[in-house]
């Protein structure tokens, strides 16, 4: 059987936890109270509890292509509907990673087949970001959209319904943004944390302005640096 390794493994890893924690399962069956969701994109290398050192029922996770949160989009919502009013997480976290595949793709417009039509979005992102995008060095760019697709995740998280609806009625809930370095496994916090409706528009364009600055600030200064007269 090819996967049996997996079966294995699980087999040890359930009996592990039952001895370190007794009855760690049989609590877990009765019900979940996570204080985090966590929406971050499908790819192999960024497992939510893992990068967090976070166990079973602590997290609730939804995943999806290059971690893309748009208003229409009933599988997202529907996660995070159930995270918000039903569990009452404390924090949703919208998680992006440095290298992120779908966002190189859309960068550059690379077909890969059906997705093409869900990264669309990231090019709306990128278009509409595309004065301050394209004046960045051509190998910054995509670690750029990396970051400011999360930002607008947690925009598109914050001004849908689930979000509005819980800070009107006064739930106390953050929403953060995030990104994760697959080449060093440390997590950034992308500086846009919000915890009520008023706050949405001036973080957002505080996020992206960062974004940007950080990027513009190293290059003129190492223009600077570089340039023969300050020899
Ligand atoms: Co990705």
Not at 87 to 116: M, P, S, T, W
Request: proline letters at 3%; charged letters at 20%; a negative charge.
């Amino acid at each position: 059987m090819p996967l049996r390794h997996l079966l294995s493994h699980n087999k040890q890893w359930a009996a592990s936890m039952e001895r370190d924690k007794p009855g760690f399962f049989t609590g877990l069956s009765q019900q979940q109270h996570p204080r985090y969701m966590w929406v971050g994109c499908s790819d192999s290398r960024v497992p939510a509890n893992q990068i967090t050192g976070l166990e079973p029922g602590e997290v609730f996770v939804h995943r999806n292509v290059a971690n893309v949160v748009v208003h229409s989009d009933l599988n997202a919502l529907s996660t995070i509907q159930y995270a918000v009013d039903m569990l009452k997480v404390e924090h949703v976290i919208v998680c992006g990673h440095y290298g992120c595949g779908g966002v190189h793709a859309a960068l550059e417009n690379v077909r890969i087949g059906l997705a093409d039509n869900w990264i669309r979005h990231i090019q709306d992102v990128r278009d509409m970001h595309a004065q301050r995008l394209l004046a960045l060095p051509k190998e910054e760019r995509l670690n750029v959209l990396c970051e400011i697709n999360v930002i607008h995740g947690v925009l598109n998280v914050a001004q849908s319904t689930v979000m509005q609806d819980a800070w009107a009625r006064g739930q106390v809930v953050t929403v953060h943004g995030w990104i994760y370095g697959v080449h060093d496994g440390v997590l950034h916090d992308l500086l846009m944390s919000l915890h009520s409706t008023d706050e949405v528009l001036p973080a957002y364009k505080a996020a992206i302005d960062a974004v940007f600055d950080a990027k513009e600030n190293l290059n003129s200064s190492a223009a600077i640096g570089l340039s023969p007269a300050a020899k």
